[in-house]
């Protein structure tokens, strides 16, 4: 919840890669411990973090640290590490919560439906049969049967268990 509540700074963060201020929210999540920032695992040039919105629980999005808007824009580092996250993030993900089916995929740009379109983020989101409910439907309210906190512990749990997986995740 934190990398939404302004805590007296400014808000602004400075991108990495360019040395310029920002106020894009995936600059903030990384400075932060992995419990407020809700990180499931970090690597060397990506990093995995639950969706503080998420369409279901266990959703997670897969974003470099770099600012990027374009997906061919990404070094060969960072294409090579952001699949390999996203291959474990979904590993994980069925191992936790056995979903029925998962979605992967990007909104590359503002006008795709995204809220953040000018960085550029994988989302990982968990399926299961019927898992669109009433709430969403009569007042586009989420019912999530898990905490962020919870679901974030459990991943980066399972992320850890296995020594092959990619970057760190402290449970």
């Known amino acids: 919840m934190d990398y939404i509540v302004n805590n007296g700074g400014d808000g602004d963060q400075v991108d990495k890669g360019t040395g310029n201020k920002d106020r894009d929210p995936f600059l903030k999540v990384p400075t932060m411990s992995d419990e407020d920032g809700l990180i499931v695992a970090r690597g060397e040039t990506v990093f995995c973090v639950l969706n503080l919105f ?4 266990g959703h997670m999005m897969i974003i470099p640290y770099r600012k990027v808007a374009n997906l061919e ?3 060969e580092a960072e294409s090579g590490e952001l699949m390999l996250f996203a291959q474990t993030a979904i590993k994980v993900v069925k191992k936790v919560s056995a979903p029925d089916a998962i979605n992967a995929g990007f909104n590359l740009g503002r006008a795709s ?3 953040v379109g000018d960085h550029l983020h994988m989302h990982i989101v968990p399926r299961w049969t019927g898992d669109a409910n009433f709430m969403t439907v009569i007042d586009g309210t989420k019912v999530l049967p898990q905490a962020l906190r919870a679901t974030r512990e459990l991943l980066a749990r399972a992320w850890a268990a296995d020594p092959a997986n990619p970057g760190v995740a402290r449970a």
Do not use: I, V
Request: hydrophobic share 20%; charged share 10%; aromatic share 10%.
């Open 73 to 75: 824009d990404l070094s």
């Open 113 to 115: 439906g995204g809220s």
């Open 54 to 57: 998420p369409y279901n629980a």
